[in-house]
Structures are given as C-alpha cells and as structure tokens.
C-alpha cells in the first residue's frame, strides 16, 4: 500500500511540471532564482521547503536540480548550483518538473519490514489479557477541575494502573470533552509518583506537540523541572514557527537544529516529538525499558505505519522475539473526525484509516451493549465547548447521543443576538442557489453568491456587543471544503477592509475551535457515483461534517443549496434540524417532499461555469514577498500530510497583479463588491435565483481532475531532449503497480 501511495505520489508531481517557463533572480534572496508556480495557493502541487526541483533548458540536454528555500503564495525560491547561474540569461525557457519527496516514505518501509523482528503483531493485533489490577492510592488533583469529571479520573487511574498492558489503552475524546487536558494530567501525575518515570509523547503535527509542551511547561517548576521537558524538533523546522516558552526546552534554541549526545538525553524525563521525528529517538537505540509510557495523541490523524515508528522506538534494540513492549501505550483521539489523508485511491481503504480507529472495532476494544470495557478504553463525554444547540446533532449523529453540554457562559454568547431568527438557539442554516464555478486550469470550485452572503454576516458581526464584549475578528472562523472558495472569501473580505480572518477549509481547523464558526458548503451540482448512487462529492464525508459542525462555541452559521445537501444523511438531519426549530434563513425547502426525476436530472447535468484565471504555463512575473528576507519557511518536511501546509490565519499578500488585465478584472469585482455594500442584510438580499445557464466546456469534478497541458508542452518536452531524474523511479513503480492492480482485481474475483 505504501508502494501504492508513492506511486500516486509521483504521478501528481508530474503531473505539475511546467513547460517553456523562464526564470527570475530573486532580488530579496541572494542567489537564488524564484519560479512562479499557478495553484500553488491550492496545494497543487504542494510544495515544501529542502523538496528537490528539475530544471532543464529548452533545447539543452543538461538537467540541474534546485533545493527550494522559500514557498510563497504562487511562487517558490529555489538555490541551484553555479552552472545554471553562470549560464542564465532573462530570455531562457526553461522545462520544471516537482520531485515526490520519499524521505517519509523509505520511514515507513523501514518500521514495516522491523515489524517482525521485534514482535510488533502483538501490540497491533491485541487480543486482550487478564487485568493487572494495580491499586492506586487516592490522588491530588493537579486541575481542580477533574475532581467534577468523573471519566477524566477513571482514565488517568486506568492509565496509572497499567491495566491494559501489554495492549495499548485508548482514550476516546469526542471534541471539547478535555482529551489533552486529561493527557497532561496523567502525564503530572505519573511525575509526581515517580520522578525516575520517562514519557514519550508525540503527535502527527508539530502544532500538536507544541500545545502539549505549552501545557506541561506551565507546571514548571511547580510539578516538572525545566531541565526535564524536552521538545525534540526535526532539522528542517524554523525558529521562527517556534513558540518563545518553548525555545529554552527545546533542540532549537538558536537559529540551527542541535540534536543532544545520547549521553545528555538520556537525562530528559519528558520527550515531546512528532510521529516522523520519533525516528530520531529510535536512532538513539535505547534500552526497551527506557520508556516506561508513549502517549500518542490526536491518533485519529495518523495512518497505521506513522504510529509504528514510535512503538518500533519503545522496543529498544534488543527485544527478543517472544517480549513484549515493556510500556504502558495510551493511544488518544476521536476516530469520529477526519483521518489521515491519502493520495492513492487503490491504498486509501488502508492507508485512509488510523490505528486507533481500526483498534475500536477489534476485540476488547469494542462497544458493547454495556458500553466500553474501562480497562481498555475510556469515553469522555463531558463537552465543555458547545452551546447545547450547536452540539445536539453530532451528538446524536456521531456519538450515541452521551455528550453532556457542561459549557459555561461563554457558550451562551451569542444567544441573544440580534440577527437570530430564533432566540436562545444560536444556529441558522442560511439556503441559496447559487451557482458552483470553476476558474480555467483550476479544479477547485467556487460560490459567488455564498461568498457575498458570509461577508454580509461578518460585517454585521466584528464589533457587534455579544454577551457583553465586543467580537473581535480573531474569534470568527470560516470554514469551505474548497480551497479556491477560501480564496474568494479572502478576496471578498479584504476588499471590504477586513484582513488576516481566519479562513481554511475543515482540514485545518480541526482541532481548533472559535466563539463564531461559519460554514460555506459550496456544493450547487449533483454527481451520480458507483451503482448509480447520487453524491455531492467530498462533502458527504460524515467526519469532514462533524469537525466542521463541532469547531463552534457560541455560534454556529451554515451556508448552502438545500437542494443539494438533502442527498447527504448527515447534511438532511442538520437541515432538518434547522427547520424544525426555525433556524432558517432564505427560500424554504421541504425536505421530506418527493424529489421528481426530473428535478433530479437537472441537477445531475448542471454544469460548472468557467471563469478566465491563469494559465498554467504562462510567464507571469513574480513579485516577492519581502518577508522571505528575514524570515526562511522551513515547513516541517517530516509532517504527515503536505496538504495542510497552509496556515489558519490568511498571510497578507504584498505582491502586485501580475497583469493588467488581471488588475482590471480584480477592480471590477472589487467595484462590484463595494456597491452591494450598501443592500440590506435582510433574508430577502439572499433570495438568490438558480441559473439555468450552462456551460459545454466545464471541467470535470475535482475528485477525478488531472492538471491540463497546453498545445505547446509535449512539443517543449520533447524539445528538451532529456528525461527527469524520477522517470526511471516512475516507470518501475508503475509496472509494479500495474501487476499488484491485477493480482488485487484476481483476488476480489476469486472471493466474489
């Protein structure tokens, strides 16, 4: 399977080369030339610091690779060697090709064949033993708060007890019902018991273990000493993405990554890192009983080979074959949000799906009619995050309906706000038929009429009184499951004077949360899939809509096309919701009428609009932002997934328009923008009429797209002369693939 994600892998990174593109010198970075790269802003491709770039002439058989060192907004930075340099000129076409990086990859090769070796098939196929029952003496809170929690306290006694090993503990942490703060107090109190006890933490992102560091370095030098926390960064990770409380404790207290002696860490009591640097501390090859407990948190994000790596370090380097992990393993998540990402189709019924959620359906893990065995999986359900109404359909939906609202004032903000169309219940679900669009040689989608509508709520929203203070805009968020609809918000925002709001798709808002959350679906076309099912795409996925509805405190706003998200169970129930309760804004819509075939048709063969952007192989010239001068963007190469590399917080951008023509199409949606200014918010504004407008030549749905080639780019490869240095890689893997697809299509022949 992992073959199978590496090939995927390749295949999209070539799919984004650039044909007859010429170079600039940077005149921020000195020595280096900067290419400007259409979609980067998408992730398509996304691009990483230290990744490897292909630089070939036109019509010159010598290749040279660049190291990128800065990932703007649609260009990147790249430093080559010295024969590119002496050789350029302005003029110069040059071909570009993107490199599948494979550092993670070879990784997770390496954990999978040890896996025998040190007997990993026991912890990862448990089959449940005897309790060990060890008697813990009555204990002293650290947060008081736990002292009203009564399944915090069975799970931090269940941890301290070691009743499930040698099999890993679960802890299952619905959102907003405290999982890290009952890790960090079992991490205290496993410290308070015995100081000798070492912990290894980690996390599949670095924003992750940042936050627990933050959390236990508050109990310093109360509870932890400063010398014994330890947050190990990889090599590639900046300074300056390094917050100051964490600096001291960690390996990068200057300006470059220093990796201790083993002599030195084998004093830290405390070893923060994230699943891919774990590799580092296996590197150190310690004793196997040098942990005494790995905790594992936001487990849910991570594939099943990325939380290998840190159980391959909890066996030391001389296991034999019949032992096992001499730990405690405490594995913690919420297998209800979204998993790890994966590019492959053929490997994503694998790959797609996380330890912890495979280990909640087998054997001692599984819910029974009396619930979950406490000795090997503990629920939290006590939600301290959102207002009952906000939680009531999750709730129901995603978590058996146990989730307890215990939320103080601050969920009831927003209770009485002007704008509700029902008191006391702080959701609306606002429906439009607005048309979805697509811009020219770009996959992702986009809603004006969405787009127009959140603005409108924003403005009523920054500086409005809710529940005695004043709504600042770092308390709202915006979430789209399309990038280029974050793209247009942006713009729409910014062009009525509001910057740097919080907007991202669901994938990066998960596990964050904001007093106000308002959720643009897009979606105004229907897609028939396998077996002739009607679908609207990759919002139907159950867990991208229990994030997405969970991410809200006090205030919880949904804009779509009801037409549209009835064909989705989750999408109906919440609108169903809405409605009973009136929570409605814009035109009606019966959800439990007859939908005709006729109706149904229309919508199947609605087309995308296709709007002019950019083309992929234009000459654009590229305007640098001055903040690469001081501030280099090591993005993490050892993080799990590429495409979260965009942050929350939209980063101003200081370039200019790359065209006049786009200069003038940006001021005329700008002047379009300001004049609905001054139309009212009321429900009327959003009455939206559905265009029955067509267009021929839309692109296929983003699930199935593949990055267009002009006329001219087989002609400028061949002319080239010379292949990439992948090729070879590339057409080995894909005849392997090629025979494993067949071997897989024989076996599901031979079961069927």
């Known amino acids: 399977m992992l073959y199978l994600e590496q090939y995927q892998g390749i295949v999209e990174c070539k799919s984004y080369s650039l044909y007859g593109q010429k170079l600039q010198k940077s005149v921020i970075r000195r020595g280096e030339f900067v290419i400007y790269v259409p979609g980067l802003s998408e992730d398509r491709p996304s691009l990483r610091v230290r990744d490897k770039v292909d630089i070939t002439p036109v019509n010159d058989m010598q290749q040279v690779v660049g190291e990128i060192q800065y990932v703007g907004r649609d260009y990147i930075s790249v430093s080559v060697d010295n024969r590119l340099a002496q050789k350029f000129t302005p003029e110069q076409l040059y071909n570009i090709s993107f490199r599948w990086s494979d550092w993670e990859m070879s990784n997770l090769n390496f954990v999978l064949d040890k896996m025998e070796q040190f007997n990993l098939m026991r912890m990862v196929f448990p089959i449940g033993r005897e309790y060990n029952n060890q008697k813990i003496e009555k204990l002293s809170w650290v947060n008081k708060t736990i002292e009203d929690n009564p399944e915090q306290q069975q799970a931090i006694i269940n941890i301290l007890s070691k009743n499930s090993k040698p099999d890993p503990y679960i802890l299952f942490g619905p959102p907003g019902t405290g999982k890290t703060s ?7 109190q496993i410290y308070k018991r015995d100081s000798s006890t070492r912990v290894l ?12 560091a933050l959390k236990l370095l508050r109990h310093t030098p109360e509870v932890i000493p400063e010398n014994a926390l330890y947050r190990l960064y990889s090599a590639s990770r900046s300074i300056d993405d390094v917050h100051d409380s964490i600096k001291g404790a960690s390996n990068l207290a200057s300006d470059e990554a220093v990796f201790l002696a083993k002599s030195v860490f084998l004093t830290k009591k405390i070893v923060i890192v994230t699943l891919s640097t774990a590799m580092r501390v296996y590197n150190y090859e310690l004793k196997e009983n040098h942990f005494s407990y790995l905790f594992i948190d936001e487990a849910g994000q991570a594939s099943e080979p990325q939380t290998l790596i840190p159980l391959l370090t909890m066996c030391g380097n001389k296991v034999q074959l019949n032992d096992y992990i001499r730990g405690q393993v405490i594995i913690a998540g919420d297998p209800k949000q979204l998993g790890p990402c994966c590019h492959s189709r053929l490997a994503e019924p694998i790959l797609s799906k996380s330890m912890l959620e495979r280990l909640m359906s087998w054997g001692p893990y599984k819910h029974s009619e009396t619930g979950y065995d406490p000795n090997y999986v503990t629920k939290l359900v006590k939600n301290y995050r959102c207002h009952p109404a906000i939680l009531h359909i999750p709730n129901k939906l995603f978590y058996d309906g146990e989730l307890v609202a215990c939320g103080g004032s601050h969920t009831r903000r927003a209770a009485d706000w002007f ?7 702080p959701v609306i679900f606002h429906a439009v038929k607005g048309d979805e669009m697509r811009e020219k040689y770009s996959p992702s989608v986009y809603n004006p009429a969405e787009v127009r509508i959140i603005v409108n709520y924003v403005k009523k929203l920054i500086g409005s009184n809710l529940g005695g203070r004043v709504v600042e805009k770092s308390e709202i968020g915006i ?17 009525n004077g509001i910057k740097d709001l919080p907007v991202g798709t669901v994938e990066i808002f998960q596990g964050q949360e904001k007093d106000i959350i308002i959720i643009s679906t897009v979606r105004s076309v229907l897609y028939r899939g396998t077996g002739g099912k009607i679908h609207i795409g990759f919002l139907s996925n ?3 809509f229990n994030v997405a509805v969970t991410r809200a405190k006090a205030l919880l706003i949904v804009v779509g096309n009801p037409m549209i998200l009835e064909h989705d169970d989750c999408w109906r129930e919440f609108m169903q919701y809405c409605l009973e309760n009136e929570a409605w804004y814009g035109p009606k819509h019966l959800l439990d009428r007859f939908v005709s075939h006729s109706e149904i048709v229309k919508l199947l063969s609605k087309k995308h609009h296709v709007t002019p952007r950019w083309d992929p192989n234009a ?54 923008l300001k004049s609905r200014e001054e139309l009212d918010y009321w429900p009327e504004f959003f009455d939206l009429e559905e265009s029955d407008e067509e ?20 002609r400028a490869s061949n002319e080239s002369g010379g292949k990439f240095e992948n090729d070879k890689i590339f057409e080995k893997l894909r005849k392997r693939m090629e025979a494993l697809e067949i071997s897989l299509s024989s076996s599901s022949n031979s079961l069927g």
Not at 419 to 425: A, C, G, I, R, S
Request: proline share 5%; charged share 35%; with cysteine.
């Open 695 to 714: 267009d021929n030549d839309c692109l296929e749905k983003e699930e199935n797209y593949s990055s267009p080639k002009n006329e001219g780019n087989e």
């Open 182 to 188: 009952t890790l960090i107090e079992a991490i205290l």
């Open 619 to 672: 000459n654009l010239r590229v305007v640098e932002d001055a903040t690469s001068a001081r501030h280099y963007n090591f993005n993490d190469q050892e993080r799990d997934e590429r495409r979260r590399r965009i942050p929350v917080g939209w980063v101003e951008n200081n370039s200019e328009d790359h065209s006049s023509e786009e200069t003038a199409e940006s001021q005329r949606s700008q002047d379009t």
């Open 201 to 212: 933490i980690c996390t599949p992102s670095n924003s992750a273990a940042d936050e627990i």
């Open 542 to 544: 159950p867990k991208r």
């Open 479 to 495: 979430l789209t499951p399309y990038k280029l609809q974050k793209a247009k918000i942006v713009e729409a925002l910014e062009a």
């Open 419 to 425: 704008y509700l169309p029902k008191k006391n219940f």
